[in-house]
């Protein structure tokens, strides 16, 4: 079979349109790769950013209440009930962080064994406040402590 000019033109315009769609596969493959890795970021990574924002936001204002309660003078009823309520409050809130961000966000495994580890610490906050109130009391501090603190 003896090649024209035609021919070899035809054949050299065939190859280089399989060699385009080719290209455009390929790439439209990629691209794909590239959505689907930005997309993770968007769909789960920012919604665990907010909910670890969350808990930081209630974890660090339940240590300050707790501070407070610690300072508040005995007399001061008022100021350590309120304060009293702003930490059932606060643990509360990181409480229901803690569940909504295993419940809503969690990648993996390792990711679940962290957060699990991390709400072991909180609840050993929360044991440790509690048992130590009665030493960590107002009129126990008063006696103790503030006269380091004048």
């Known amino acids: 079979m003896k090649l024209?000019?035609?021919?070899?033109?035809?054949?050299?315009i065939f190859t280089a349109v399989v060699g385009m769609v080719g290209l455009v596969i390929m790439?439209?493959?990629?691209?794909?790769?590239?959505?689907?890795?930005?997309?993770?970021?968007?769909v789960n990574s920012i919604p665990s950013l907010i909910d670890l924002?969350?808990?930081?936001?209630?974890?660090?204002?339940?240590?300050i209440q707790l501070n407070r309660h610690i300072l508040t003078d005995a007399k001061d009823t008022k100021a350590l009930e309120e304060t009293e309520a702003k930490i059932a409050e606060h643990k509360k809130?990181?409480?229901?962080?803690?569940?909504?961000?295993?419940?809503n966000n969690v990648a993996d495994e390792k990711d679940k064994q962290m957060v699990t580890k991390v709400v072991i610490c909180l609840w050993s906050i929360c044991r440790m406040h509690r048992q130590s109130l009665p030493f960590l009391a107002p009129i126990n501090l008063s006696?103790?402590?503030?006269?380091l603190l004048n």
């Not at 024209?4 to 050299?12: D, E, H, I, P, Y």
């Not at 924002?53 to 240590?63: C, E, G």
């Not at 006696?143 to 006269?147: A, D, G, K, N, Y």
């Open 53 to 63: 924002d969350q808990i930081r936001k209630h974890t660090l204002r339940f240590r």
């Open 27 to 42: 790439a439209s493959t990629q691209m794909e790769k590239v959505f689907n890795t930005v997309n993770y970021a968007n």
């Open 143 to 147: 006696r103790r402590v503030r006269p």
């Open 93 to 103: 809130g990181a409480l229901d962080a803690f569940d909504h961000y295993i419940q």
């Open 4 to 12: 024209t000019v035609a021919k070899k033109m035809l054949f050299l």
